[in-house]
T-cell receptor
Framework: AQRVTQPEKLLSVFKGAPVELKCNYS??????LFWYVQYSRQRLQLLLR??SRESIKGFTADLNKGETSFHLKKPFAQEEDSAMYYC???????????FGKGTRLHILP | DSGVTQTPKHLITATGQRVTLRCSPR?????VYWYQQSLDQGLQFLIQ???????AKGNILERFSAQQFPDLHSELNLSSLELGDSALYFC???????????FGPGTRLTVL
């Protein structure tokens, strides 16, 4: 079954410390993976996708097919990174989209 | 606002009733997606349309139905409402099928 797991509901990190938001997926085949972010009182928006291999707002995510993971990382957390982060998978077979339950990132001053 | 719009913002209704949620995609976007967000289930994909045709189906109940009209706006119909249907319903749109999705502000449905 296709599944996206974000094991942490809440992650608190001090400003300036490294951040890693975990995402594991279950999918047989080649999925497309995304990270979406929702800042307070704003709409859900795309942060990055694995096929573009970009770094957005200092965040990167590498697809590790062996570990079926797509962890989101940032070397130095900033207060404006506080938000809800969702990992998502798009099936190449049937176009279904599966979101993880999200991780709330709280950056401590 | 040239982004995704959803109406109404809030909807309060009673069990057993039927409601319609409306979504207007961004100009030029052909694909529309519907999601349900509840506290315990997170963001659940319901259904996707592309240029008027159903493209993918997720965890959408039989009591729910959707369609995308020729002008590309979409409606999500929820019938025989139950307390558990109370949630935020998001619509998103994208230019093509595999593109970045742009989300609307959501409709908060409360079933009493």
């Amino acid at each position: 079954a296709q599944r996206v797991t974000q094991p942490e509901k809440l992650l608190s990190v001090f400003k300036g410390a490294p951040v890693e938001l975990k995402c594991n997926y279950s999918y047989s085949g080649s999925p497309e993976l995304f990270w979406y972010v929702q800042y307070s009182r704003q709409r859900l928006q795309l942060l990055l996708r694995h096929i573009s291999r970009e770094s957005i707002k200092g965040f990167t995510a590498d697809l590790n097919k062996g570990e079926t993971s797509f962890h989101l990382k940032k070397p130095f957390a900033q207060e404006e990174d506080s938000a809800m982060y969702y990992c998502a998978l798009k099936s190449g077979r049937d176009d279904k989209i599966i979101f993880g339950k999200g991780t709330r990132l709280h950056i401590l001053p | 606002d040239s982004g995704v719009t959803q109406t109404p913002k809030h909807l309060i209704t009673a069990t057993g009733q039927r409601v319609t949620l409306r979504c207007s995609p961004r100009s030029g976007d052909l694909s529309v997606y519907w999601y349900q967000q509840s506290l315990d289930q997170g963001l659940q994909f319901l259904i996707q349309y592309y240029n008027g045709e159903e493209r993918a189906k997720g965890n959408i109940l039989e009591r729910f139905s959707a369609q995308q009209f020729p002008d590309l706006h979409s409606e999500l119909n929820l019938s025989s409402l139950e307390l558990g249907d109370s949630a935020l319903y998001f619509c998103a749109s994208s230019v093509r099928l595999a593109d970045e999705q742009f989300f609307g502000p959501g409709t908060r449905l409360t079933v009493l």
